[in-house]
């Protein structure tokens, strides 16, 4: 593997080197707290998750975390799950995020963009005044810490004040994208029974205007613990019934409080859809998701006050908590919403260009539309302040990164990112001093003893195996919503090798120390990096009474792209002519989300399942991806086997 892009796409030159953060850092911690003053970064993140207490300890003296009230310890236990991480400090999230407000009151903490492409700056006085004004009136609604408050929004400033409000009073964040069908909202905010709902009349998207008050009134009607909800005019609509006035909550100059919780208090909950049941509810703490982004955005990333950054996301998308976590080092945060191509295939670049983004992140499925639709972002755009373009979602195939390379810049830091919803963080990718080789993440992050292991346990190296994390990090869930046992959450990433966190993604280790991914070994839906689960695919498309019974597979193909084909097994009779499929895209579509509508729509003679009545699907994705049948399945293991030579025979014509 190490042998395959002997020579690196791109280098920092030394000066670069020489002003990185994590250069500074690095000496700093050799000074402090006893890193190794050479031997560069792999040496550095040897260290770091050897020594995760001196490592942990050193990134919040660095980065100034204030503990209100001082930990007794930076690792009460390490054992996974179960971490216990700086007990007995409190602190709070938002304090840190509006931390710049007090040096450059006057400079643009946001930067909201739309369609226009217009930049519209909120200033940080701004931003700071808006959350003290919409904290207090939370608190004067009754939420306490602990609450739950919930967003139906798109990516707007709203959004953010409305998070920044939630983590001051100490209540949990929770989000979903508007273009969220009722029952994917429903799925999800359910299970937290949020007490306040922020929500928009609707949004813009590819020039056209959505309205979502229908969704709106039955959100409301089926959320029973709602105690307020906030209406936002996006599409200049009056509030409706009962609802709350956005500009009256946020008009009042007051000062934030920032209620000081305990470290592994919750911040907020995402939500990541496993292939059965309802999505995952996954709490992160307020001191585990600041000092992980604080290393991360400030020491991978390399972000401070004078950048600007800019990621393609939505609020549905764990990429969008990571985006509001910039301010906490003082970055400007460009939020984009709208189409990601609209009105045509260059928008992103054109933001990038418009806000003066210093790091752009996007998905690997753009890089490659712009290539295939012949986009020239450094012929047609301004891109002189971009230093680092960076991509998720999926990994950045080789012809990715020589585009970027070719097109954008040829001294340009392509850092193609790995991580999860899980952890709202990254395993591997950014590292500002380090080589970029084509195909491949930079490095493991520090802090994560990210390791490939074989299916016994034992670590691998330029060899393909499953991507486990070995000690803990900040950020793992201190737990799932309605999981009192902790079973689910245990089963979720611990059951495999007992202790050890197994991610779900294929990965090879080179001798080199980079990483290369190679998708996910499981069957969970990542379309342009938002996760869904199977079984809401199922749940919608079998409804239809034409429909007996549904397969869905997300399968990364070779070029970057995603294929992702449903498999239908119809009712006696039934024909699947345009008519039926067309309903079926619409099911999708409109109760779930346009992005996880099918590619094709296939008919088979039936659903291959497992002994015990499951649906098998990592087995028919290894068929479709190429694998032999006896390698796939362990054939004792399925109720028909005769139904499995249909996929396999389907991947040979499609080969």
Not at 82 to 100: D, K, S
Not at 347 to 360: D, P
Not at 525 to 552: C, F, H, T, W
Request: net charge negative; glycine share 10%; aromatic share 10%.
């Amino acid at each position: 593997m190490s042998t395959v892009n002997p020579q690196p796409l791109w280098q920092p030159d030394p000066e670069r080197i020489a002003r990185a953060r994590i250069t500074t850092f690095h000496a700093w911690a050799a000074e402090h707290h006893g890193a190794p003053a050479e031997g560069g970064y792999a040496e550095l993140h040897r260290w770091s998750v050897d020594e995760p207490e001196a490592f942990w300890k050193a990134v919040t003296e660095w980065f100034d975390v204030r503990f209100s009230t001082p930990y007794t310890r930076v690792l009460g236990v390490r054992s996974m799950p179960g971490a216990q991480w700086f007990p007995g400090g409190t602190l709070n999230y938002a304090e840190h995020a509006l931390r710049a407000a007090a040096t450059r009151a006057d400079e643009p903490a946001l930067l909201h963009v739309d369609e226009t492409h217009d930049p519209r700056p909120v200033t940080w006085a701004e931003l700071r005044r808006q959350v003290g004004s919409l904290a207090a009136e939370l608190r004067a609604l009754g939420v306490r810490p602990g609450d739950r408050v919930s967003g139906y929004l798109p990516n707007v400033p709203q959004a953010v004040v409305a998070f920044l409000a939630t983590a001051a009073v100490g209540g949990v964040w929770t989000s979903c994208a508007p273009d969220f069908g009722a029952r994917s909202v429903l799925d999800r905010f359910q299970q937290v029974e949020p007490v306040v709902l922020f929500t928009v009349d609707g949004y813009r998207y590819g020039g056209k205007e959505h309205d979502r008050r229908d969704v709106v009134v039955e959100l409301r009607r089926e959320l029973p613990t709602l105690r307020a909800v906030v209406h936002i005019p996006l599409l200049g609509t009056d509030a409706p019934d009962g609802a709350l006035d956005w500009q009256a909550l946020t008009s009042a100059d007051t000062e934030p409080v920032f209620e000081q919780v305990p470290f592994e208090h919750p911040l907020w909950v995402l939500y990541s859809s496993g292939t059965t049941g309802l999505p995952k509810a996954i709490v992160q703490s307020q001191g585990g998701i600041l000092v992980e982004h604080l290393k991360q955005l400030g020491l991978h990333c390399d972000l401070g006050p004078e950048d600007r950054f800019f990621w393609y996301t939505s609020t549905g998308w764990m990429m969008w908590n990571f985006l509001v976590s910039g301010l906490l080092t003082g970055t400007t945060i460009v939020l984009y919403d709208g189409s990601p191509g609209y009105p045509d295939t260059g928008a992103q670049w054109r933001i990038a260009e418009r806000t003066g983004a210093t790091l752009y992140g996007t998905s690997a499925a753009y890089v490659m539309a712009c290539r295939k639709a012949d986009v020239h972002p450094s012929r047609d755009f301004d891109l002189s302040a971009v230093q680092c373009v960076a991509t998720t979602g999926s990994p950045l195939p080789p012809d990715g990164f020589r585009w970027l390379h070719d097109e954008v810049r040829d001294d340009l830091w392509i850092a193609s990112v790995s991580g999860g919803t899980d952890v709202c963080s990254c395993f591997a990718g950014a590292v500002p001093t380090l080589p970029v080789h084509v195909g491949e993440l930079q490095a493991p992050c520090l802090g994560t003893d990210l390791q490939s292991w074989d299916p016994s346990g034992r670590p691998l190296t330029d060899e393909v195996g499953e991507l486990v994390v070995t000690n803990p990090m900040p950020s793992m869930p201190i737990r799932f919503w309605n999981d009192p046992d902790g079973s689910r959450y245990h089963d979720s990433y611990f059951d495999t090798y007992p202790g050890v966190w197994r991610h779900g993604d294929w990965i090879t280790l080179t001798s080199r120390g980079s990483v290369v991914i190679h998708g996910r070994s499981d069957s969970t839906l990542n379309r342009q990096g938002v996760r869904m689960g199977s079984a809401d695919i199922y749940e919608a498309v079998e409804r239809l009474p034409e429909i007996k019974e549904s397969l869905v597979i997300g399968i990364e193909q070779p070029d970057g792209g995603y294929w992702m084909p449903l498999f239908v097994h119809l009712t006696p009779g039934v024909v699947l002519d345009e008519g039926l499929k067309g309903r079926i895209q619409r099911t999708i579509r409109e109760e779930l989300s346009p992005r996880h509508v099918p590619d094709e729509i296939i008919e088979v003679p039936g659903v291959p399942h497992t002994l015990t009545g499951k649906r098998i699907e990592v087995p028919v994705k290894r068929l479709l991806q190429g694998t032999p049948l006896e390698k796939a399945v362990n054939a004792g293991s399925v109720d028909n086997l005769d139904l499995l030579t249909f996929y396999e025979d389907l991947a040979r014509k499609r080969a």
